[in-house]
């Protein structure tokens, strides 16, 4: 045991940190992603671009994050 708790305790605050970190960066991916989208009239090509990303990442990314309208044709 150190001076300051346990060293399970310490990695107990280190993995609920990295928890935070990853369900942040999630959200603000989520986020930048629906904003795109939307800013491009759920247009995926023009989004995809506007992104710097491939068409198909863009389509992968709206389904995984659940947004609206992922199926669409991207015209």
């Given at each position: 045991m150190?001076?300051?708790?346990?060293?399970?305790?310490?990695?107990?605050l280190e993995s609920r940190?990295?928890?935070?970190r990853?369900?942040?960066l999630w959200d603000f991916e989520r986020q930048s992603i629906?904003?795109?989208?939307a800013r491009n009239h759920a247009n995926i090509?023009?989004?995809a671009h506007y992104l710097g990303l491939e068409r198909n990442c863009l389509k992968?990314?709206?389904?995984?994050?659940g947004i609206?309208?992922?199926?669409?044709?991207?015209?």
């Open positions: 150190s001076l300051f708790g346990s060293r399970e305790g310490d990695r107990r940190r990295d928890e935070d990853e369900a942040r629906a904003e795109a989208y090509t023009r989004t992968y990314k709206l389904k995984k994050f609206a309208g992922q199926g669409t044709s991207g015209s």
